[in-house]
């Protein structure tokens, strides 16, 4: 059985045009014009493009005492609804956990996806089995990231020799290691102090979380990976200062890539000085939301070239859950959904306003994240061979962003009563139709495990300190006795 996508325009990362798409076994197999195939889905009037990958998401994830309410099947029910056709989560273990261990369980949740999915390995504490077993991730498990919590103290934050120790690991394996870049002993002392001075309300999560607190770790992030001799992926970029020090890397010739998110582009700080407790609350998340300035900063950056892809870190909870910290912001779970918005949000307010072109579009919301996750062209392409993970993007259709008629478990959306133009006609993954229009055609299970290849050895040090981890020994003369 093969289907052809009629009459619409193909918009890639780097190219826009005319042509049919012809797909057959879940993959396309021809592009051109006057293609005929078994079924046609008319795109007249849309544009065709790869389908979004969201590289940062947290479906079921253990977290402050609860579990996030969206599940694989919901989560990727809620991304495939708004176009993405792929998602990264991030495998937890527990601080003395084995990595493999913890694997088995995200393996046996991820079953349920409706559409392709691939874990970040966490690495949440430091010794010999986790050295060892990041081998296995790498080599046998198709994990080629390692991500790193800097915040989270007690949890899950390591310090800097365990981020130091397993970002060399990451470079001998050929695995790029990611932050959440927040300097997590500096919260923790602005967090003691807010609650002991009575600032117990969700305003204070946004107080204890400045974004110098972010700009002092991802600039230390990138000096250790340096030191290191690997790239890094440094998530949530949410202000300038983190920005800055992605820029200037950048410019000295890392591999350092930004991800800022959809939430953080579009909604301000604002939000949590609102009346409603349960308003602000439902907002909280780390890092928390900035102000317009930051914002223009991550456009800029989009705009730029200076960050690469944009995220939602979907962590839903809903409001029951958010109560846990009435009386305390510190026991707020932190998170924010975002699966379903992503694109028509990016669209509305990044293409529809001329902040973005649509290529940039494809780009920062598929493929540059297919080629630092080295899954591009499988993924994040319309190339014959690729993945037909497709969607067909309908300009004029418009809506207004609504819990009511939303796919995610929870009871409320952080971007409510907002006018998005811009939504899928049709959402493909591997060929076969998900969405169409706003009938959802999911099945669950239909997801599959992508594997994703080491990458080459490119992991040069940059900095002076290349010599102290290659060590040249002196050969000296004239040392005088000891003792004299
Ligand atoms: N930030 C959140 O807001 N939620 C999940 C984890 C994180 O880092
Ligand atoms: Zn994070
Ligand atoms: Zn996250
Ligand atoms: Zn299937």
Redesign the pocket.
């Known amino acids: 059985m093969s289907k052809v996508i009629k009459n619409g325009t193909i918009v890639t990362a780097d190219l826009t045009y005319k042509a049919d798409v012809k797909i057959e076994g879940g993959v396309i197999v021809e592009i051109g014009p006057d293609l005929q195939g078994d079924e046609t889905l008319d795109a007249t009037g849309c544009y065709v493009m790869p389908g979004g990958i969201d590289p940062h998401v947290?479906l079921e994830?253990p977290?402050m005492g609860t579990y996030s309410a969206d599940d694989f099947e919901s989560g990727t029910r809620a991304g495939l609804a708004g176009g993405t056709t792929m998602v990264v989560d991030f495998c937890l273990p527990a601080p003395d956990q084995s990595l493999l261990e913890a694997l088995q369980m995200w393996d046996n949740k991820s079953t349920r996806a409706n559409c392709d999915y691939s874990f970040h390995m966490a690495i949440t504490g430091w010794n010999e089995r986790i050295f060892d077993e990041m081998k296995t991730v790498v080599q046998d498990k198709g994990i080629n990231t390692f991500k790193h919590?800097m915040?989270?103290k007690g949890s899950l934050m390591v310090n800097d020799d365990e981020m130091f120790a397993s970002f060399s690991r990451c470079a001998e394996l050929g695995a790029l290691p990611m932050v959440?870049a927040e300097n997590g002993d500096v919260v923790a002392a602005m967090t003691a102090k807010l609650l002991a001075e009575g600032n117990n309300g969700p305003e204070g999560h946004a107080y204890s979380r400045p974004p110098e607190v972010e700009g002092e770790a991802t600039n230390r992030a990138i000096m250790l990976a340096d030191m290191a001799g690997v790239p890094l992926y440094v998530v949530?970029t949410s202000c300038e200062q983190s920005h800055e020090a992605i820029r200037r890397a950048r410019q000295k010739g890392m591999r350092v890539y930004g991800e800022p998110l959809i939430q953080h582009l579009t909604l301000d700080e604002s939000e949590y000085f609102s009346k409603d407790w349960d308003h602000a609350a439902r907002r909280v998340?780390?890092p928390p939301f900035r102000n317009k300035q930051h914002q223009d900063s991550l456009w800029a950056g989009l705009q730029s070239g200076s960050l690469s892809c944009v995220a939602t870190?979907h962590?839903a909870f809903t409001t029951e859950q958010k109560r846990f910290g009435v009386g305390n912001f510190a026991q707020i779970p932190?998170?924010?959904g975002g699966l379903e918005d992503r694109l028509p949000m990016l669209w509305t307010y990044g293409v529809a306003t001329g902040r973005l072109t649509m290529n940039e579009f494809v780009a920062v919301t598929s493929t540059n994240i297919a080629k630092i996750l080295n899954i591009y062209p499988k993924k994040g392409a319309i190339l014959v061979g690729a993945d037909a993970d497709l969607v067909v993007w309908d300009p004029k259709r418009s809506k207004t962003i609504s819990a009511s008629n939303q796919q995610s478990a929870i009871d409320y959306n952080v971007f409510e009563g907002k006018e998005v133009t811009g939504l899928p006609r049709f959402t493909l993954s591997r060929g076969v139709v998900t969405i169409e229009e706003s009938t959802i055609k999911t099945q669950e299970g239909h997801g599959q495990f992508v594997k994703r290849e080491p990458f080459q050895a490119v992991n040069k040090a940059l900095s002076t300190w290349k010599e102290l981890v290659s060590p040249r020994k002196v050969e000296r003369t004239g040392i005088p006795a000891s003792g004299v």
Do not use: E, K
């Open positions: 947290h994830m977290f919590f915040a989270y959440h949530h998340m780390s870190d962590c932190n998170g924010t």
